[in-house]
């Protein structure tokens, strides 16, 4: 079926970390398994990363809607200077 992602701007001082939450980043695809709604980066971020709360310090290339919903995932400003944005894919 259809996949519908809802995404919003999360701002990050420089050096710091931003938890990505469900209103940052949602998708809903009508089974309500959040579990199996899977999230691939194929494009990391260039001034920071994405990682678990448990293991800070390792980035990680996926996660699930699920994860998000228990506020486990973080966007990490590893850049020396302000960046004026970050993404990825």
Not at 42 to 56: D, K, L, M, N, V
């Amino acid at each position: 079926g259809d996949i519908i992602v809802f995404k919003k701007p999360l701002r990050v001082p420089k050096g710091d970390r931003g938890y990505i939450t469900t209103n940052v980043l949602l998708a809903l695809d009508g089974t309500d398994k959040p579990e199996e709604l899977l999230y691939v980066i194929t494009s990391a971020p260039q001034h920071g990363q994405i990682e678990y709360i448990s293991y800070p310090g390792i980035p990680i290339t996926s996660f699930s809607q699920m994860d998000i919903a228990r506020r486990i995932v973080c966007y990490i400003h590893k850049s020396k200077t302000v960046a004026p944005e970050d993404s990825f894919r």
